[in-house]
């Protein structure tokens, strides 16, 4: 029967009451019978059937608190620790919680791509290191980044704004003793932390909570919270244009900010080099790195800005909540608190402050470090999440391209 001798009477009948009612519930069969199938409706309905175990139906373990556990929990339920497969709407995911598999995952060039959420690509992340695609741009930027701002005589050469920072940090606690009485430390460690970023970033400080640096702050908080929000829209293409939680409006409210923002920094420092000159690698901060690479790597405007922005954003909360894990569990553990204080006063007396130079000599700190690292990951899941660029294997298992592959580093490491 070929389309153009139907019957349209028999066309008819699907759009009858009893015809849709039929429709809507094979319809509705259908996708049950593919939501109860190992790994849920999105691997079911992929070319390739999963043969990696996991569980049936939609996980949504990432619309509630502390996924990371939630998915260890479930796949030491199914024990499936190596490789579990699971749907998000239509969305493929594999996740390890075994080192073997994660070396695979982490170590592969077939998953050289990070997915990129609504948000991440609203806010221009896409355009920046973390999150372009695997290719040209992207090596261009990892060479510049690992050139010109991590190269460790760079580093080294910050050390006194880094000690300068800490002062401020000090002194806005003590300013809050004297004033209030108690200190909100995670808030002191987060700002402490930005500035530490837009001194290497954009060769200035801000102030606690006065003008642009309340903005900033204003600006980096948002944006966690979008990249941060679980996004129906990322899973479920049918609804996306909705935008039913405003992730796209308040995504696109933030962007124009953060164009203003960034763009009149970027407006200082090319105004100062037409009045100055420009300044060398090791005396410019990274916009003017930038602003000296343009012609060269063929940067917009717009690129600038999605790099410079994710610096700061990436680099911000990171940091700042490994500290406050560091000085919780020291809290907790007084006798560890006790040893580390008695090492600094060895090793660098009460009459100066800490510098770089004295980080070697100060193993147990080290230590402390490493351990809160390796029971507090930061990002323990979407800091590890690959995207397959093309099919694969991990072990023996077939990985369709396409499949977002996840590392659950709080599994992995042991308790």
Request: aromatic share 8%.
């Amino acid at each position: 029967m070929t389309p153009s001798n139907i019957d349209p009477a028999f066309i008819l009948l699907f759009f009858s009451n009893g015809g849709l009612c039929h429709v809507l519930s094979l319809a509705l069969i259908a996708l049950l019978v593919f939501s109860l199938s190992p790994g849920g409706i999105a691997w079911a309905s992929s070319r390739s059937h999963s043969r990696i175990p996991g569980p049936s139906g939609i996980v949504l373990a990432f619309s509630g608190t502390l996924p990371h556990r939630v998915l260890a929990k479930l796949s030491s339920s199914l024990q499936v620790a190596y490789l579990m497969a699971f749907s998000i709407g239509f969305t493929r995911f594999i996740i390890s919680s075994h080192p073997e598999s994660a070396k695979e995952i982490l170590n592969s060039s077939a998953f050289a791509d990070r997915p990129i959420k609504e948000s991440a690509y609203e806010l221009l992340f896409h355009r920046a290191m973390g999150f372009a695609p695997f290719g040209e741009y992207w090596r261009n930027l990892r060479r510049i980044s690992a050139t010109y701002l991590f190269n460790p005589k760079r580093i080294s050469a910050q050390g006194g704004l880094r000690m300068e920072i800490g002062a401020q940090m000090m002194d806005e606690i003590e300013a809050l003793c004297r004033r209030d009485g108690k200190v909100e430390v995670k808030r002191v460690l987060h700002l402490g932390s930005l500035n530490s970023i837009m001194m290497c970033v954009f060769g200035k400080k801000y102030e606690f909570g006065e003008g642009e640096g309340m903005e900033l702050e204003e600006l980096v908080k948002e944006g966690y919270e979008l990249l941060g929000v679980f996004n129906w829209s990322d899973h479920l293409p049918l609804i996306g244009w909705m935008d039913l939680q405003g992730v796209r409006r308040r995504c696109r409210a933030l962007v124009k900010r953060v164009n203003v923002f960034v763009g009149r920094i970027i407006e200082e420092h090319k105004e100062r080099r037409r009045i100055m000159g420009a300044l060398d690698a090791m005396n410019g901060d990274f916009v003017d790195i930038l602003l000296d690479l343009q012609l060269d790597e063929k940067l917009s405007d717009s690129d600038i800005i999605a790099v410079l922005w994710e610096m700061i954003f990436r680099g911000t909360d990171t940091v700042a909540i490994l500290l406050e894990w560091i000085l919780a569990r020291m809290v907790l553990h007084p006798e560890i608190q006790s040893k580390a204080q008695a090492e600094i006063d060895i090793i660098v007396g009460s009459s100066r402050s800490v510098s770089d130079s004295d980080i070697p000599k100060l193993h147990y700190l080290q230590s402390i470090v490493k351990e809160c690292l390796r029971l507090h990951p930061p990002g323990p899941l979407l800091s590890w999440a690959r995207l397959a660029i093309h099919d694969a294997y991990i072990g023996d298992n077939f990985i369709p391209a396409g499949t977002t592959a996840m590392v659950n580093m709080w599994a992995i490491t042991p308790r």
